[in-house]
């Protein structure tokens, strides 16, 4: 495993929980990684105290791990970039920086989400805002950021066009503890990554509630087959679906309470408001967007998302969680088909 040059190391735009962990991951793997942030004041505190206190307290850095706030000297030279930033954010900050991405480095993505308004992907974002980009991927799957940065064995996968930019990421990623499956399906691997924030509030909710083992797995099951249905009418395989960027991480949000998502459902099930909520979590719950761009894009593609609508209703149409639940359980019997 060759080590990044310092004159040229991997850049991690995002200094949150997972892009400091996935920086974390590289530079302990022996790679030179610079972690850029947009908050001076934050990069400082990382800088001074060698570790992210806020989303990732007690965990020190690596010594190859160096941050900066300054946008343009992170951008001067890198290896390649990895963007770990909220999803509703890329278009802006794209368009803001575009001049500064040069136009033969490879560009990768860990965030999930898709675009407030459009519904788009985040590749099709790129695609717009960064033209000339021609090395582009998305790595995607099961991965809590405190476990990866505890170095913790994780899988994830990897999706893109670009076979020389694989092998890049997978030479900078791949570790004894950490290890990466290739996929040529963006679109599967996006909307896995996506969809499974919004089934996550309702297992939470579920679990909230009381209702069991037996709910959460029939959630997570039929939250499967919402997933698929949509994923292939927008042009997913349905074996990226069966793999871990979507049952996996699927199961992975729904069934453990570092899910931000899931949180989220087991506070509203317990009286909570949706702000209240979004306080005491204190980080971004892609779920909440993703809720109403799921229940759109099921409109456009004519396919069923039962488990995501009643989200959707519960979310911003102030439905009470035992009715949604009432809708769900009162839909008539049918073939176990996806």
Known sequence: MAAVDQAHPIVVLGAGSWGTALAMHMAESGHHVLLWGNEPEHIQLLSEQRRNQQYLPDIPFPDLLQVTS?????????????IAIPSDAYRPFLQKN????????????????????????????IAEELPHCKKTAVM???????????????????????????????????????????????????????????????AG??????????????LITRGLAEMM?????????????????????????????????????LLLAQGKTLEQAREEIGQAIEGIKTAKEVVALAKKYHVEVPISEQVYRVLYENCPIDEAVKTLLSRKSSQEAI
């Not at 300054?70 to 990895?82: G, I, Q, R």
């Not at 499974?196 to 309702?202: D, E, P, S, T, Y």
């Not at 909710?205 to 083992?213: K, P, Q, R, T, V």
């Not at 990226?240 to 949180?263: E, K, P």
């Open 229 to 265: 249905r949509l994923g292939e009418a927008m042009g997913g395989k349905r074996e990226t679906f069966m793999g871990l960027a979507g049952m996996g991480d699927l199961i992975l949000t729904c069934t453990d309470d570092q899910s931000r998502n899931r949180r989220t459902g």
């Open 70 to 82: 300054d946008l343009e000297l992170a951008l001067a030279s890198p290896a390649w970039v990895l």
């Open 205 to 218: 909710a579920a679990d909230g509630l009381g209702f069991g083992a037996n709910t959460r797995a029939a």
């Open 98 to 125: 575009a001049h500064l991405f040069k136009e033969n480095v490879g560009i990768a993505w860990a965030s999930k989400g898709l675009e407030r308004g459009t519904g788009k992907l985040i590749h099709q974002v």
């Open 140 to 202: 995607s799957g099961p991965t809590f950021a405190g476990e990866v940065a505890r170095n913790l064995p994780t899988s994830i996968t990897v999706a893109s066009e670009s076979e020389s930019f694989s092998s890049q990421i997978i030479d900078d990623l791949h570790s004894g503890r950490f290890r990466v499956y290739l996929s040529g399906d963006l679109i599967g691997v996006e909307l896995g990554g996506s969809l499974k924030n919004v089934l996550a509030i309702a």
